[in-house]
């Protein structure tokens, strides 16, 4: 498909350059759009941009189209955190007047301030942008699209659109090329979206023999299971708490942020790491999980998750007639203050862990295989990059399998993304894992209500499921 404009260019071009030009092209699996056409040996790259949109952060990447090099990256704050931290608040937002177009201007607004500091970084401009490939989740492809989005959160809980195909960029407000056009990847319905599609993409996943299972932590836990013939996939609210969100001092992985917890098992003195070495101020999902390994591992913790105080009373301190643990003392804080964890907060901690698990086991059971079957397990976003499987399987989070399995992904989101923008073939892809996939609905699972019961204990009530911890603990 060659646009009106676009046509309008070509025979001047074609004169003007010895018929020598370069066009760039970008297809969404049914048709091919020209999006740029220029002399052969212009100066500027033709530049693709690859988008994960986060409902907390989003992350944009530079790509030469022609050489398929990353260039540059950055990493935002979503600005519409401003309008509401969560995406049920922002769906709400959206029903009053103007408040949809709110939170998509506001969006629009700071990636375009964006783009113009990562492509002034690279000496060009950001009309040397052709091709944009956006994963998000369901919501966030809705908000950044425009579309009424309170239809997700209603019975039948259909969205508006699963797939959008190609969008002008300059609809919607994005200061890239004027033909440019941008994909976003298509969402399941409601609760699977774009960004999961494109992590599968990712990890290659949908192209492996044997079994393997895909895990992301964000909002919930969602995890996808299988190969090149099937996949199957469901998600749980297991992912606040592993992300550091049921602690009064838990954040983010970021400076200063603690993701590691060691505790040495004669003195019981801890030891904390954070990111870059800081000052310790918080404690990511990571360092959470850690810190209750070590724990049950020193006997600070028993198996139904509760303090153990007399272990070493210089440790804990009571507040309110709840215990706490003392992580770091205010001397040695980047707040000025103890950091504490408390015995509610360990406790949203074996719950969330203890969903985490059971939709694991739930969908592997659904298929008829077993943990054993599996040939990789790979971990997706910045809970896979600092998340030990040591300390997730001491608790009975993950399954007690070879360590060697666990591949930390990154950012698998931003990274099919770029593959799309690499690789033709990619679009091909992305529509055989959508018509492939199996979507599990847990909400009316019987199994799964009661084997989350059966794992609310550390690390489970059988614990035969988990023989490594036996030894250690």
């Known amino acids: ?3 009106l404009e676009v046509m309008s260019q070509i025979p001047n071009l074609l004169r003007e350059n010895d018929f020598a030009v370069r066009c760039t092209l970008f297809s969404d699996g049914q048709r091919a759009v020209v999006t740029g056409v220029d002399p052969a040996r212009a100066e500027h790259p033709s530049l693709g941009l690859a988008v994960d949109l986060g409902t907390t952060r989003y992350v944009l990447q530079l790509v030469d189209l022609g050489s398929g090099q990353v260039l540059s990256s950055a990493d935002r704050g979503n600005p519409q955190g401003r309008i509401g931290p969560d995406i049920l608040t922002r769906i709400h937002h959206a029903a009053k007047e103007e408040g949809l177009l709110a939170l998509q201007q506001t969006l629009i607004q700071d990636m375009n301030q964006a783009l113009d500091k990562l492509c002034a970084q690279e000496g060009v401009t950001p009309k040397c942008i052709h091709n944009i490939a956006l994963a ?8 950044f699209l425009g579309l009424d989005p309170r239809w997700m959160i209603r019975e039948p809980y259909i969205p508006a659109v699963n797939t959008p195909g190609l969008i002008r960029a300059q609809a ?13 990847f298509p969402n399941i319905g409601s609760y699977f979206g774009g960004d999961l599609l494109s992590g599968i993409i990712f990890s290659g996943l949908n192209s492996r023999e044997e079994a393997a299972l895909m895990v992301d932590v964000g909002t919930n836990a969602e995890v996808i299971l299988g190969n090149k013939d099937w996949l199957i996939a469901c998600a749980g609210a297991a992912g606040p708490a592993l992300e550091g969100g049921v602690s009064k001092i838990g954040a983010q992985a970021g400076p200063g942020i603690i993701g590691s917890v060691d505790i040495d098992p004669q003195s019981l003195q801890i030891r904390v790491h954070t990111i870059q070495d800081l000052p310790p101020r918080g404690i990511c999902g990571s360092g959470i999980i850690d810190l209750a390994a070590e724990m049950f591992s020193a006997g600070l913790l028993d198996f139904r998750g509760k303090m153990v105080p007399d272990k070493c009373p210089d440790l804990f301190v009571q507040d309110q007639e709840i215990w706490h643990i003392r992580l770091v003392s205010a001397d040695a804080s980047g707040t000025g203050k103890d950091l504490l964890i408390g015995q509610p907060e360990i406790d949203s901690l074996i719950r969330s862990k203890a969903a985490m698990f059971t939709i694991l086991e739930t969908l592997v059971d659904s298929v008829g295989i077993g943990f054993q079957d599996l040939s990789a397990f790979f971990v997706a976003g ?8 040591e300390s997730a399987i001491g608790i009975g989070m993950l399954p007690d399998l070879p360590r060697e399995l666990f591949q930390p992904l990154g950012n698998s989101s931003v990274g099919g993304a770029v593959r799309f923008l690499q690789d033709a073939q990619v679009v091909e892809d992305v529509k055989q894992v959508k018509e492939r996939i199996t979507y599990l609905e847990l909400n009316v699972n019987q199994a799964f209500m009661n084997q989350f019961s059966a794992a609310k204990f550390l690390p489970h009530t059988e614990r035969t499921k988990f023989p490594s911890v036996l030894v250690k603990s």
């Open 136 to 143: 998000g989740n369901t919501a966030m492809t809705h908000f």
């Open 172 to 184: 919607l407000g994005l200061g890239a090329h004027p033909f440019a056009r941008v994909y976003c």
């Open 1 to 3: 498909v060659c646009a």
């Open 382 to 389: 910045t809970f896979g990059n600092f998340i030990k499987p």
